[in-house]
């Protein structure tokens, strides 16, 4: 995955470990810090962290639009949306910033990687990256 996504995940499950300690009454801010550190520790498809990384050297690419699309995403986890998988993220922040929906074809390619990254970890013994 990307180093700058990791470390944004990172740093939002900070910034809602610090909320949910000044409102405990509000549990979300938990259940974002959960997901969002467990979303930093994934292992993104290739695929998919390259084109999120070319978002950030693409001229083309509006770099405010990327950085509040960004922000957005990573603000909506555990309000109102759980992804399971970092290249969920990826995907909507790609989709968001350039404009463009992913086809069912990308969504099951993606899904297929997915699949196989995760066969082949558990053959290996390894813990799969699916949640």
Do not use: C
Not at 32 to 41: G, M, N, P, Q, T
Not at 49 to 57: I, K, P, V, W
């Amino acid at each position: 995955m990307s180093n700058t996504l990791s470390f944004e995940l990172n740093k939002v499950a900070e910034w809602r470990a610090d909320k949910a300690k000044r409102h405990p009454e509000d549990s979300r801010n938990q259940t974002a810090k959960i997901l969002l550190v467990r979303l930093a520790e994934q292992t993104a498809d290739e695929d998919l962290s390259q084109r999120y990384d070319a978002l950030h050297e693409d001229e083309s690419v509006n770099t405010d639009r990327l950085s509040e699309a960004r922000s957005d995403i990573l603000g909506e986890v555990g309000f109102g949306w759980e992804p399971k998988h970092v290249d969920e993220v990826l995907e909507r922040i790609i989709n968001r910033t350039t404009g463009k929906a992913p086809t069912v074809s990308d969504l099951l390619e993606v899904n297929r990687k997915r699949a196989e990254a995760d066969a082949t970890a558990t053959a290996a013994g390894k813990p799969a990256n699916s949640v």
